[in-house]
DNA sequence: AAAGTTTATGCAATCGTTTGCATAAAGTGA
DNA sequence: TCACTTTATGCAAACGATTGCATAAACTTT
């Protein structure tokens, strides 16, 4: 059994409230019953019960993070600097997963309410967002990271997707490529939509015609990012430049490429999103976009603490970051 | 405020206990009251606080997962399985970094205990198990995963790593290759250790005279793998075939070749540690082991139900894994 | 109709903290 | 010495749930 402050106090011989008082730093106790106290709890191996603190404060400490997959090394460095920043306030983080599955965001959601989490972070798996209303709001405040979500009023954190893959495709067409294939993230995402409008904006802007056949959505995941780039390697007059929405994506063309003995011979050319360690190895990948990974998680988690602790300023905010775009190879 | 037993009480007019009751599906109560109690928490939105049924019950069905670093893809999939498992019974997990250093790991241990979690999995980031033990114990079990450490008997569930380093080391070496350099994780930690003797075991059986010249330990990071290959490169005589005992050490060593421009042609040869996704793009990468790293978790967090439910059959229970070796490239 | 049984519900304690208010003791000032 | 502050501490309620025990009411049984 766990001491408590009970055992302290009885074994000091003062009382309950006399010991909490001592032990959370109440300079109006006598300087000998403090080191009595102290030294009791120490001997004894006293640890506060914070579930008990919890109920009383109506406080928990604890938030929530809500991702779409926890094995996602692009999620996790977002996790990376929540949990980094929270922990220096005495925070901890609860991770749950979406599996890309609104329902299960939602039951996550649920649970993390019954749970009495202070606040939530959430990377949306769709742009649904009444189970988030419904679930969260004033007593629970919820910052939105990566992705936004229809009809929610609420803080986001995010990057400057349009830029970047405008960037990127438009310095393709400056080097003199012209038929640009797009390998897109799922369409229903706003990270996704952003980044095609770059890449749209930056082939009008160059006065160049859209060819729908090479405009290609798969779902941010590895499986898509092949089977979409074995279609383009298919077509009678394939494609050799390409854009490429993440990481996971990259991962998969190149593997399709690959496979199929593509070397570099045959020109072949991928620019996209997320540089990650072994990003350097592609052997198409040319240049991508860096996103502040760890720093996304660091914001988001500030401004949650922000909300937490009653700041109404300027809600809702959306902040985002620029992105760099890096020559890989 | 959120809606509370009293307030139902107060509504329904009966008492908190019957609400209680009702909603923990007690099958005393009368249908009729069972119907209005019902009734008026659906209406009213009641959700349950698990903060005060937690320190009633004394169970908070929220255990600790604890892992060096929370970007790393290998420790994220051993979270994935114990996510996925301990969900189903209701569980949630509050992960928590050590960032590789003993008192972050203890400290973190610390809090996890305050929170009063129901069990923890940790995979310790050293040999380093006096802080466990003394924050643990009886009311708090503990599963380690992927690593054991000294002095704890504890529940722990691992891998044939042994076994599994000595297959690919004798590949290479049937096949007529007998200088293999081997690029070592951090010594202090088991997974390491018994990497390393299946490599010494694979060169005895064979008759091979060890080099000492061609051993080399780092940490398990990019950075070390990256560093090991330029020294080993930088040989007067450089050795051609290679293990490298985890995944990140070989994006390192393959970035350090890619940079320096080594292609096929040199005929380098690494086997090692990890099947990631990017693998399959790795130039020089032969062989890696495939560890069941998402059954790793769902084992762990098996075990670990069991020990929190009370089970105390044949304590401490080390469960070991079999690794497959596959051709990568 | 009396005694016994069953059914449905409430009372009150409890989990371990925190904290407003009360109060006793000690100190201060005239 | 008396009134008044100040200082140190305790009492008891509260947070929101669970649950053993008590009990009133409704049925059985003979």
Known sequence: MPVTLKDIARQTGVSVSTV????SGD????????KNVRKAAKKMGYRVNTVARSLKMNRTYTVGFV????TNEFFMKIAKGVEQELKQSGYSVIICTSNENVEDEARSLRILREKCVDGMIIIPCSNEGKHI??????????VLADRLVDDLKTDAVLVNNEAASFALVDGLIKKG???IAFLGGNELITSAKERFSGYLKALKENNIT?????I??????LQSGYDIMKDFCEMENPPKEFFISNYFMQVGAERYLQEHQKNKEDELTIVGFDNMDASPLFRFTERTAVQPMVAIGT????????RIEGDKESFPLISRFDVDWNVNN
């Open 133 to 142: 209303k419904e679930l969260c709001g004033d007593s629970c405040p919820v």
């Open 216 to 221: 290609r959505f798969g779902d941010f995941y």
């Open 210 to 214: 859209v060819e729908p056949d090479l």
């Open 67 to 70: 991702c779409p997959e926890i």
């Open 27 to 34: 300079k109006a106790i006598s300087v000998q019953t403090q």
């Open 299 to 306: 914001e988001a988690a500030r401004l949650l603490r922000r």
């Open 20 to 23: 909490s008082r001592v032990l």
């Open 177 to 179: 490529k012209k038929r």
